[in-house]
Every structure is written in structure tokens, then in C-alpha cells.
């Protein structure tokens, strides 16, 4: 099929990539020239294994190309993907401002395109925006009607990142909420080379499958964190008890890692958004809510047992092991590493990092404030106290600690509390 992905962030070159691998003709449309370049020279500009390697291979079958001419792209394909961002408005609501601006494009290429077309939501989307917002300013655009000149879907994505690809090509389902059977149908069709296991549905249901599913992910490690903060009072190591429920088949032991808090592109700004959603509809979600309190208290356990060693932490010299939200990737989007350098930094502590991957996204927010060091080990040496915050594999090996009051915010090491080792649940 002849497909345009509009947006080249996570979410759409990995689907772009993904959709060219298994055999279609796929153009990347982005407003960053840079971005654009970087594809066409089989760069990826995210760092996501496996992506490309995908790429490359694409391009040298002519089957992914990338502009920033969204018209030509759209008037040279069939299927459009809508894969922009919707970040957070302040009060955590989503902000539709760039699916505003692609369908208003769309539509208006639209209005001069003869044969059908059918655009398809991959952006995260609050219940209801795929039609009454994207659908709705397509028309009025275009002059033309949903279902009988263009077809209009929904299909979430389920990524992790840093398994993304994988992920892509090997899915547990893929859900595509359809205006009409049209649409689903060639939706179906495109998606039945990557699983049998496709659940087709409309398309406000699609939406409210991506936002149950992060919310129940987010819940489940809020719920993780706040049955390990109590086994932490009582002196029990929550990774035991853990073995024992997630036994359970109806609980599963997936999600059920404590430590200090969830981060990432997704879950809270997901979570945050179906919030919003619900109060402005009148209903408080109540459970909802107290997953993001868990999560955003989890951070500060970290300095409440900081203080239980050290007393007050001015001018105490403390080193953070990891900055990225989770191993396997740059990215410190919501990092609990973030808001502990914050409070260290306001109690005056003196403050060493290190990650493999994240640290010059950290120094771009932090900048002089603290230290960074260019190897773990130089990272160790610079303090007594070091707190693990991402379980990268290379902090493992608890020979590098040897005399260090370790503070693991991750499970990091496989330690039970003793006089030098403290976990945060455990
Ligand atoms: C998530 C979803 O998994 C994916 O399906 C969705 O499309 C996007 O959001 P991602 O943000 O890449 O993916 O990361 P994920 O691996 O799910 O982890 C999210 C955060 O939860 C990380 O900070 C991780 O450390 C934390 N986490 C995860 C826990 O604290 N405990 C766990 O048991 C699992």
C-alpha cells in the first residue's frame, strides 16, 4: 500500500519503518528539515535498536522515503497516519493543537484529491477527538464527508521504547477503530502480515484501549510502590512478596517492579490527560489520581533515606547511577531523576551523575548546578553515598561499590538492607 506517516517522532518513524519493512511504500512527512535529511541518509534520529538497521535496508529498496511537502506526500498515497505529538496543557489535559493543524492540511489537500483516502489516528488521543476533532475539520476543509469520500480510523500504538521495533513487529494485538467497514478493512489488511490477533472496534473505543491500557500499567506499578513502601516499614523485601502474587495468572508478575517511580513519554502525561478527560465529563477518578500521587511521592523516598544516613545533605557529596526513565534509552522525559536532583540540589547537596546514555539531556537542564562524570567509576569515586536510578546492567556488579553507602532506587543489585546498602521498597 501507498502509506504517509505524518510526524517522525517515536510513534511514526517506527510505524514508517515498520510498514516499509513488511513490504509498502512509505513517505515520512516532518516539519524539521533536519529530521527529514537524517532519514533519507538512513539515520535514525532517535536511538531505538533495531530501527536503523530497518531503515537502511528500506531505503535501499525504495521502499521509505521522507519530505517535508506533506501535499505531494498525501496526494502520492493512499493512507495517511497521523502520528504528531499531543503533549500536556498545564492542568494535564491534552493539547490537540498539532492534530489541529495536520487535519486542517489534510483537508485542505484533500478538497483538490479525486480518489479516496483514508487517514488514521496513531497519536495518542482523548475519547472522541479522532471524530469530532479530526474528523469534523477534515470535512470542513475538504468539503467532503467521512465514510463516503475518505475513510477515518483510530489504530493506538503499544511501543515501548527501546523494544519498539520489536514491539511493532511483534505485537500482543493490534486495535483499529474504524468509522466504517471500509476503513477497517484496509486496515486489517495492512496489518494481518505482523498478527492474527487483530481486535477491531470503533474508534472511541480504540482511543479509551490506549488510555485504559497506560493507566492500568501506571496503576499497577503505583500499586506495586505503595504495597512497597509499607513492606519497607515492616521490613520485607517486596521483590519476595511480589514473587508470590504475580504467581497468580489473573495478576501476572509483569508491572510489578517497585521502585522510584514511573516516567517516560507515556504513562504520566496519559494518565494526567484521562483525568482531565473524566473531571471535565464530572466523574473524579479517584484511583486515577492516587496512582500519580503514589508515583510522584516515590522520588522523595529516595531523599527521606538519604537523610536517614547522612542527616542534613548540605555540602554531603552524593552520586546518582542513572538518568534516563528507564535503561535502553536517552530519554529522561519525566525521569525521576529529575526531581531528585532538584531536591538535592535545594538541601545543598553535592551532586555527581552518570548514565550511559542521558547525560547530555540532563546537562542541558542542569548545566553547572552539578557534576558529570564521563565513566561509572569516576562517577563511584567522586562520592560516599550513591543512589541507583536506572537499572542499566553495567551498575550491576556490586564489586564497584566496595565502602559506598549504595541507596538503589531500582533493584539495581540483588541486596537485602544491611548496614551499606538500602532499597527503596526493599
Ligand atoms: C509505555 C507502555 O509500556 C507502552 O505500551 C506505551 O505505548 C508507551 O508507554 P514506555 O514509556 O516506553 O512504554 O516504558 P515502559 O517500559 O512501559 O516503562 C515506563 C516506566 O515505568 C519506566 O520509568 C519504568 O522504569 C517504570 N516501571 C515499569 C516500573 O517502575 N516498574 C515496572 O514494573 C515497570
Not at 25 to 35: A, E, G, N, S
Not at 105 to 114: C, Q
Request: hydrophobic share 35%; glycine share 8%.
Amino acid at each position: 500500500m501507498k502509506i504517509s506517516v505524518i510526524g517522525s517522532g517515536y510513534a511514526g518513524l517506527v510505524n514508517a519503518a515498520g510498514f516499509a519493512h513488511i513490504g509498502n511504500q512509505v513517505t515520512c512527512v516532518d516539519i524539521d528539515p533536519k529530521k527529514i535529511d537524517q532519514i533519507n541518509n538512513g539515520i535514525s534520529p532517535i536511538f531505538e535498536e533495531g530501527l536503523e538497521d530497518i531503515l537502511k535496508d528500506s531505503l535501499k529498496k525504495g521502499n521509505i522515503k521522507a519530505t517535508t511537502d506533506i501535499k505531494t506526500a498525501i496526494e502520492q498515497t493512499d493512507l495517511t497516519f497521523i502520528a504528531v505529538g499531543t503533549p500536556s496543557n498545564e492542568d494535564g489535559s491534552i493539547n490537540l493543537k498539532f492534530i489541529k493543524t495536520v487535519s486542517k492540511d489534510i483537508g485542505n489537500i484533500l478538497k483538490n484529491k479525486d480518489s479516496y483516502h483514508l487517514i488514521i489516528v496513531k497519536s495518542t488521543v482523548v475519547p472522541g477527538t479522532t471524530e469530532d476533532t479530526v474528523g469534523t475539520i477534515i470535512e470542513q476543509t475538504s468539503g467532503k464527508k467521512r465514510g463516503r469520500d475518505f475513510g477515518l480510523a483510530m489504530s493506538p500504538e503499544f511501543l515501548r521504547e527501546g523494544k519498539a521495533m520489536e514491539d511493532y513487529l511483534k505485537p500482543d494485538r493490534v486495535v483499529i477503530g474504524a468509522h466504517d467497514k471500509k476503513s477497517a478493512d484496509i486496515l486489517c489488511e495492512l496489518n494481518k502480515p505482523l498478527t492474527g490477533n487483530i481486535i477491531t472496534t470503533g474508534i472511541k473505543t480504540a482511543e479509551m484501549i490506549k488510555y485504559t491500557s497506560n493507566a492500568f500499567l501506571a496503576t499497577k506499578i503505583s500499586f506495586t510502590n505503595e504495597i512497597g513502601n509499607i513492606c519497607k516499614k515492616l521490613g520485607i523485601d517486596v521483590y519476595d512478596v511480589i514473587k508470590g502474587v504475580g504467581a497468580d495468572f489473573r495478576i501476572s508478575p509483569y508491572f510489578l517492579n517497585a521502585g522510584c517511580g514511573f516516567g517516560g513519554s507515556c504513562f504520566p502525561k496519559d494518565v494526567k490527560a484521562l483525568i482531565a478527560k473524566s473531571r471535565q465529563l464530572g466523574y473524579t477518578p479517584t484511583l486515577l489520581e492516587s496512582a500519580i500521587t503514589v508515583n510522584k511521592n516515590q522520588p522523595k523516598k529516595m531523599i527521606d533515606l538519604a537523610k536517614k544516613h547522612l542527616g542534613e545533605l548540605k555540602d554531603k557529596k552524593i552520586t546518582l547511577l542513572g538518568l534516563a526513565f528507564k535503561p535502553g534509552t536517552d530519554d529522561i522525559r519525566e525521569a525521576p531523576a529529575i526531581t531528585i536532583i532538584e531536591d538535592l540540589i535545594k538541601a545543598g547537596a553535592i551532586v555527581t551523575v552518570y548514565d550511559p546514555e542521558a547525560q547530555d539531556n540532563i546537562k542541558a537542564i542542569f548545566k553547572d548546578k552539578i557534576s558529570y562524570a564521563q565513566a561509572k567509576e569516576e562517577a563511584i569515586a567522586s562520592s560516599g553515598t550513591i543512589m541507583l536510578l536506572t537499572e542499566w546492567d553495567e551498575f550491576r556488579d556490586e564489586t564497584l561499590y566496595e565502602g559506598k553507602l549504595i541507596i538503589d532506587g531500582r533493584k539495581t543489585l540483588n541486596k537485602k538492607t544491611q548496614a551499606d546498602y538500602e532499597g527503596i521498597c526493599w
